[in-house]
């Protein structure tokens, strides 16, 4: 049978990581009624992961941090790609995003005097991120949830259930936004235990549903980063910019092979350890890019110098942007002067006593010791790139988060979203995005639900056609296999797709993802819908591969490197493609169009943030003369 439960909110949001629960709690203070929903256990989202901290200017431990300085390091990350009003506000309202955490329950590491303890990291000028030992990701997941929890009892007391106001709905996973016209009338969706078919009716979705990485074999994600947020806003009529840029963390393990891909945190070079080939040099002096050289140190003398006092000196090179250790790394590898399983050596041990490590890098020590038989405060690490971040996503409004293209009612926040990180995002900016994001995406789903005379509704026939599709690989029986499929998708992705570009890779791909679009059409899973991860993943497919053909189709538009993108045929960052925006969108055949959009201008005062000769690098002629 398919019977479909159905379930009534003003606003549902899909996603439980940090965007989501931030989001969800500002709709519920807003007075709606509010679902959460994940695909994952509740608690167990990419957030959780996190570890280096929360980017935030609050000037604790140098005051001479604020918004401004911090601005300007999340432009210069992005290479000037971002949007500007995106960056505008997240540095602004970032430190009261992260206070008002304390007010729920966090518990941050302190400085001397009490405060709120800010670690260094890549691209940030001063010391900013707010953490928890290499935990933070955790703590701050626990103390949304630990809100959320005193939401429900409140409501409790109120009305006698918990879940009046607010309720969790945990692994059940979205495959499909329904709409009224162009609005949007709620998600539908399965129960991954019973296979049990749900309908969300809702006038307001917000997406929440983290990145992509599963479509690359060697990545920091887990399981269920495929995508789906980013195909669920496409299919309902919204659009993706700037689907090229993806972030490959410099720092992955590489070692053993079944671990491959998982994170190093960038803490590790913020709290002083250094990168090394197989001949012992400390090779990230030769990879300074002139648009950064004055910021950092020239010799390691000066590097080392900078942890003491960083006023007087500059910073080392292992702390440039992650697209440049990226590659740098990969060049060494190339280059055959890599460690034996082919990364390089990343020491912590020789450079802090054991007690400091273990202390500032204790998931480090343990997931080392565990992993890999490595003790980190006796020996070096061996790292190497591994996808981690996109920084393209669901194209929105900066201020409130909706969605742009035909639908209405949709918005998005969190790594789903796009723009804020332009072209590269730096360490520690996802997890105070999420925060200042999803509170303004939850507020504003709300404002919206408030506006509407009439309640959409989803149609019958939607639903129909919703079951069909998730029915289609347990009825048809025979058919392509789907982690053969999800292994050839990976493969295309990660040698076609991956740091270094081509052109004719990249055409390569878009024939192959093409292919597999057919197969795809035609996967079948054997069994029944209770837990089949099988049919779990033939679904998720679908989704992993429309958003790999607009990164693949973008990143060949795209003549230039800038960031997250690497064109060994295109070399050079190019101030006229600075000023464009690949924007994807899905016709109704399915086919996916890009589109060359303006990037919004700079409002003056912001670009009287930074020096001309600094914007010369960046921007065209034209551009700093109109100013
Ligand atoms: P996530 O936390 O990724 O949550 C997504 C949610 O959506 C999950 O609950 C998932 O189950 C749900 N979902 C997905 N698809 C569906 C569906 N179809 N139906 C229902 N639910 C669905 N950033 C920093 O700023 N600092 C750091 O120190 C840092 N360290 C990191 C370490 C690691 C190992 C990783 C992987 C990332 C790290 N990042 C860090 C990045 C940051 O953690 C993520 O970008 C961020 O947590 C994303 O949050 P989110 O709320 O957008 O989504």
Redesign the pocket.
């Known amino acids: 049978t398919t019977t479909t439960e159905r379930q009534l909110y003003d606003v549902v949001v899909?996603?439980?990581?940090?965007?989501?629960l931030r989001a969800a709690i500002e709709a519920r203070l807003a007075g709606k009624r509010t679902a959460i929903?994940?695909?994952?256990l509740f608690g167990k989202?990419?957030?959780v992961?996190?570890?280096?901290?929360?980017?935030a200017a609050m000037g604790n431990v140098n005051s001479r941090d604020n918004w401004m300085v911090h601005f300007r390091d999340t432009m210069r990350g992005g290479k000037f790609l971002n949007n500007f009003r995106m960056a505008e506000l997240h540095a602004k309202e970032a430190p009261e995003r992260i206070w008002e955490l304390e007010t729920y329950g966090a518990l941050f590491d302190r400085t001397k005097d009490g405060k709120i303890s800010q670690r260094n990291f890549g691209g940030h000028e001063y010391p900013r991120l707010a953490h928890v030992g290499d935990r933070?990701?955790l703590e701050l997941i626990r103390t949304l949830q630990q809100k959320i929890v005193s939401l429900q009892q409140e409501d409790f007391a109120e009305t006698g259930s918990y879940d009046s106001r607010i309720r969790v709905f945990q692994e059940?996973?979205?495959?499909e936004l329904l709409l009224d016209g162009d609005r949007i009338a709620g998600a539908f969706?399965y129960y991954r235990d019973s296979g049990d078919f749900v309908v969300f009716e809702a006038p307001a979705v917000v997406l929440?549903?983290?990145?992509v990485g599963r479509s690359y074999k060697v990545t920091?994600?887990s399981w269920?980063?495929t995508g789906?947020?980013h195909a669920l806003a496409l299919r309902s009529g919204a659009t993706l910019i700037n689907m090229e840029f993806l972030q490959f963390h410099p720092t992955g393990m590489v070692w053993p092979p079944s671990v491959k891909g998982i994170?190093v945190?960038e803490s590790v070079r913020g709290d002083g350890g250094v990168l090394r080939n197989s001949e012992g040099k400390r090779f990230m002096f030769d990879y300074v890019p002139d648009v950064f050289r004055k910021q950092y140190a020239e010799t390691e003398e000066e590097a080392d110098r900078w942890y003491t006092d960083p006023d007087n000196n500059r910073r080392p090179p292992e702390l440039l942007p992650r697209d440049e250790v990226a590659r740098a790394i990969n060049s060494e590898v190339k280059a055959g002067r890599g460690s034996p399983a082919g990364g390089v050596f990343l020491d912590v041990s020789t450079r802090l006593p054991a007690e400091q490590i273990i202390k500032r890098l204790p998931s480090m020590h343990h997931q080392f010791k565990e992993l890999a038989d490595v003790d980190i405060t006796k020996e070096p690490m061996e790292v190497g790139p591994t996808c981690?971040?996109v920084m393209g996503g669901v194209e929105v409004d900066p201020d409130s988060g909706a969605a742009f293209g035909s639908v209405q009612g949709l918005f998005a926040a969190?790594?789903?979203s796009g723009g804020m990180h332009g072209s590269n995002r730096l360490?520690?900016?996802?997890?105070?995005d999420?925060l200042v994001f999803g509170k303004r995406a939850g507020e504003h789903a709300a404002a919206y639900v408030e506006t509407l005379a009439k309640r959409p509704t989803p149609s019958r026939v939607d639903l129909a056609a919703a079951t069909e599709v998730a029915l289609a690989p347990l009825v048809r029986g025979e058919g392509e296999n789907p982690y053969r499929l999800q292994q050839d998708l990976q493969a295309v992705m990660g040698d076609l797709v991956g740091i270094i570009r081509r052109e004719g890779e990249l055409s390569d791909a878009l024939k192959r993802l093409h292919e597999l679009r057919v197969r795809v059409a035609n996967v079948a899973v054997g069994g029944d819908r209770r837990y089949n991860p099988g049919w779990h993943l033939a679904l998720d497919l679908r989704n992993m591969l429309i958003v790999s053909e607009c990164t693949a189709k973008a990143a060949l538009e795209r003549e230039e490197s800038r960031g997250g993108h690497t064109r060994e045929d295109f070399p050079k960052m190019s101030a006229e493609w600075r000023r464009i925006n690949l924007v994807c969108s899905l016709d109704e055949a399915g086919e996916v169009h890009l589109e060359r959009k303006p990037v919004p201008t700079l409002r003056p005062e912001l670009l009287d943030l930074f020096e001309r000769s600094e914007l010369a690098k960046y921007m065209t002629d034209e551009e700093l003369g109109a100013e």
């Open positions: 899909i996603g439980a990581g940090g965007a989501g929903i994940s695909k994952s989202a990419h957030t992961m996190a570890e280096g901290g929360a980017a933070t990701g059940t996973t979205i495959t969706g929440a549903t983290g990145g920091s994600n269920e980063y789906d947020g994170l945190t981690h971040y969190g790594e789903v360490g520690g900016n996802s997890l105070s999420l």
